[in-house]
Nanobody, 123 residues
Framework: QVQLAESGGGLVQAGGSLRLSCEASGGTLSTYNLAWFRQAPGKERVFVAGIRKTSSTYYIEAVEGRFTVSRDNAKNTVYLEMNGLKPDDTAVYYC?????????????????WGQGTQVNVSS
């Protein structure tokens, strides 16, 4: 089964940028639909952005125009480029893949998850 590992989180001031990585092993990322989720303390885990095996990308309104998902097939890695970060972006960010032939927004539809990486955006 494919395994995922996120990295690249950290502390950044509002308006700054971070690039998160989701590295896969034991499987090929381009054969999956993949999503980025985030979870703030005391809140539900929510869909943020995703990329389909066709390379089509999707974003929630809160991050549209600020975040970009991309995939490097040679490195078997998906990236989440985050620009213009806001304090409300503070959360643990997870990547996950689904076996479904679509890109669901519900965490229950994803079968493999990374361990998460913390993003803190200060005012």
């Amino acid at each position: 089964q494919v395994q995922l590992a996120e990295s690249g989180g950290g502390l950044v001031q509002a308006g700054g940028s971070l690039r998160l990585s989701c590295e896969a092993s034991g499987g090929t990322l381009s054969t999956y639909n993949l999503a980025w989720f985030r979870q703030a303390p005391g809140k539900e885990r929510v869909f943020v952005a995703g990329i389909r095996k066709t390379s089509s990308t999707y974003y929630i309104e809160a991050v549209e125009g600020r975040f970009t998902v991309s995939r490097d097939n040679a490195k078997n890695t998906v990236y989440l480029e985050m620009n213009g970060l806001k304090p409300d972006d503070t959360a643990v960010y997870y990547c996950a893949v689904t076996d479904l032939a679509l890109l669901p927004s519900a965490p229950r539809d994803y079968t493999v998850w990374g361990q998460g990486t913390q993003v803190n955006v200060s005012s």
